[in-house]
């Protein structure tokens, strides 16, 4: 026996796919991420940020290394959560939560040396800060070679070179330049 009921009248039903948090988080936080494919919520965005994927979707997820982080601090992508090392990666949305999470660590720049050539000396006189007078973009230190008090033999086209020791040697490396 077959019951018809006008209640139901025009209305159809589909079954609905749960949809999947997924959590993007970074160490440190505050660090920037995209993702791409339909399905993935994509676009730009900056951890931690929760997004809603259609479960099974294949989702891009990319971060971009080197970074600025908190405070202008430069970063390197290290790995994610399951070990890869690679800045870019494609995963199953999955139909529950998950999160994935990028390690960043701290990425040393070199600093800018600008060091102009010197004017010629006089013959006789010793090097001075008038000629070894290199600048940096950063605060550090200078070594010189030769070193200040140095009389040069007679010659021109002679080149003195500097290196440059940063004072911080987490996030930059020591520079060198020569005139």
């Known amino acids: 026996m077959l019951f018809r009921s006008s209640n139901f009248k025009g209305v159809s039903f589909a079954p609905t796919i749960p949809a999947g948090d997924v959590e993007v988080t970074s160490s440190p936080s ?5 993702t791409m494919n339909s399905g993935c919520a994509p676009g730009s965005y900056t951890t931690p940020f929760t997004l809603t994927w259609t479960p099974g979707n294949n989702c891009v ?3 971009p290394t080197p970074q600025s ?16 090392t690679t800045p870019t990666r494609t ?4 139909a529950t939560t998950a999160t994935y999470n990028a390690s960043f660590t701290p990425a040393q720049t070199t600093p800018t040396i600008t060091w102009n050539a010197p004017a010629p ?4 006189s010793a090097l001075s800060g008038v000629q070894l007078d290199a ?5 550090g230190s200078f070594a010189y ?9 007679v010659g021109s086209n002679q080149t003195l070179s500097v290196t440059f020791t940063p004072s911080d040697t987490v996030h930059y490396t020591t520079a060198t330049a020569t005139t």
């Open 61 to 63: 997820l990319s971060v």
């Open 69 to 84: 982080g908190p405070a202008g601090v430069p970063y390197a992508f290290a790995q994610w959560e399951d070990g890869s």
């Open 135 to 139: 600048t940096a973009s950063v605060p």
């Open 121 to 124: 000396i006089t013959l006789g």
């Open 145 to 153: 070679a030769p070193a200040v008090g140095t009389v040069l033999p």
């Open 30 to 34: 505050g660090l920037s991420f995209t």
């Open 91 to 94: 995963v199953t949305a999955p």
